[in-house]
């Protein structure tokens, strides 16, 4: 209180000074001239109301009224309990298919029909697109009945090689020309099948780039239409992608690798959460890779999760928000963040007694997240200080206002 004191009566005596030294200037002068010593030094005897006023609230922020009376400072208090608390790395990710699949021609075509309309979930094996058969058709029927009559050509040789009227080379001969008719039907039951294009998984249908007549080619290009200015050629008929599940790809800086390396070795797959911006909303996933490699440009390695998409409102290249839950730390202290007090000696917290007196007590942190603080150096049932604590001093005596919310 001596400091206080003393910092009260220096502020008290600088003031008084002030005020005689303007008294004995106007006492000296008459009153005409103290208007106009006052008028002249108006701006002095503004900025001395202002030192004053700002002394005094200077005084009584620092030297709060309970404080200079010596009485116990309100605050409000935490009991100090063991708990769990996840370890989560936060991170931008975007979402991506499990599976794209380009729908090209196998071979050179007329589009003859099709069978899905832009936007539509197909399934695995659905007929998507049916190209011009015709010629097809035909050959595979050809072929079809020349694999019958070499049959019967070799069932007839057999019969005349039993009865010693055919030779066995004969019959050798009659077996292979079957045997090529066969692999001929076969060949054209393949081409044909090339004129009905079905899609290979299950997924969504993307935009259309032909319509019925446009004439396909085997390759990397398709025709899709013919104008004075050109031919329009793009690089597939559709495209399928897969939707549920879907993935996301993030990475996760290469300091933190082997906390979720050790802890996916430990037990099941990590899990994440992920939301869209601007959205409340969050979709759980596992994590099924990690990369084998750190990235060096970036210092990262990439992480792939699942997650499910039921209702498809998840579409790959959305950015999105990624949660991953690395770590969960057992019985952990853990207290309030604002509880937590920075000097330049360290890290310390307030921590009261039973005489209802606070000790700063030093401490280490080891996670923060969302409010919350995982430290160690305090035991469980300490009482800490939470609000409040910018008035107290080491061996104060605290009162209780209320206890922090858990």
């Known amino acids: 209180m001596s400091v206080e004191k003393t910092i009260k009566n220096q502020i008290t005596q600088l003031a008084c000074k002030l005020v005689n030294t303007a008294q004995n200037g106007l006492q000296k002068i008459n009153l005409r001239q103290s208007m106009s010593w006052l008028w002249a030094h108006r701006w002095k005897v503004v900025l001395l109301v202002i030192l004053?006023?700002?002394?005094?609230?200077?005084?009584?922020?620092?030297?709060?009224?309970?404080?200079?009376?010596?009485?116990?400072?309100?605050?409000?208090?935490?009991?100090?309990?063991?708990?769990a608390i996840p370890i989560i790395l936060e991170a931008s990710g975007t979402i991506a298919s499990a599976n794209i699949v380009d729908i090209r021609p196998q071979t050179t075509n007329l589009v003859s029909k099709i069978h899905i309309k832009e936007g539509q979930t197909v399934k695995a094996g659905?007929?998507?697109?049916?190209?011009d058969d015709r010629a097809s058709q035909a050959n595979y029927e050809k072929a079809k009945a020349q694999a019958d009559?070499?049959?019967?050509?070799?069932?007839?040789?057999?019969?005349?090689?039993?009865?010693?009227?055919l030779s066995q080379a004969a019959l050798d001969t009659s077996k292979t020309n079957w045997q090529t008719a066969i692999a001929n039907a076969k060949a054209a039951e393949v081409a044909l099948s090339y004129d009905r294009?079905?899609?290979?998984?299950?997924?969504?249908?993307?935009?259309?780039?032909?319509?019925?007549g446009s004439l396909v080619q085997a390759g990397t290009n398709v025709t899709t239409a013919t104008t004075a200015s050109g031919t329009t050629t793009t690089s597939a008929l559709v495209t399928i992608t897969q939707m549920d599940p879907i993935n996301v790809q993030f990475t996760v800086p290469e300091k933190e690798l082997p906390l979720i390396m050790g802890e996916r070795q430990g037990q099941d797959d990590l899990s994440v959460s992920i939301s869209l911006p601007g959205s409340k909303d969050s979709v759980q996933g596992k994590v099924y890779v990690i990369d084998n490699q750190v990235d060096p440009a970036i210092g990262a390695v990439r992480v792939k999760a699942q997650l499910p998409n039921p209702k498809g409102q998840l579409i790959p290249g959305q950015f999105?928000?990624?949660?991953?839950?690395?770590?969960?730390?057992?019985?952990?202290?853990?207290?309030?963040?604002?509880?937590?007090?920075?000097?330049?000696?360290?890290?310390?917290?307030?921590?009261?007694n039973a005489e209802n007196k606070v000790d700063l007590k030093p401490i280490k942190v080891l996670y923060q997240y969302q409010g919350q603080t995982a430290v160690s150096g305090v035991n469980e049932n300490d009482k800490i200080v939470v609000e409040g604590k910018q008035n107290l001093r080491p061996?104060?005596?605290?009162?209780?206002?209320?206890?922090?919310?858990?």
Do not use: C, H, W
């Not at 690395?326 to 963040?337: C, E, F, G, H, W």
């Not at 061996?395 to 858990?406: D, L, Q, S, Y």
């Open 149 to 165: 009559d070499a049959l019967r050509q070799y069932e007839r040789a057999k019969e005349l090689f039993a009865k010693k009227f």
């Open 52 to 83: 004053v006023y700002a002394a005094n609230a200077a005084y009584n922020y620092f030297f709060p009224a309970n404080t200079k009376k010596g009485g116990p400072q309100l605050v409000t208090t935490f009991v100090i309990e063991k708990q």
């Open 197 to 212: 294009i079905r899609s290979p998984i299950t997924g969504r249908a993307g935009v259309i780039n032909v319509y019925p």
């Open 126 to 131: 659905e007929l998507l697109f049916t190209l």
């Open 395 to 406: 061996g104060g005596t605290i009162r209780e206002t209320k206890k922090a919310a858990e």
């Open 320 to 352: 999105v928000s990624v949660k991953l839950t690395a770590k969960t730390m057992s019985d952990a202290l853990v207290i309030p963040t604002q509880a937590v007090v920075i000097n330049q000696k360290g890290t310390f917290l307030y921590v009261v």
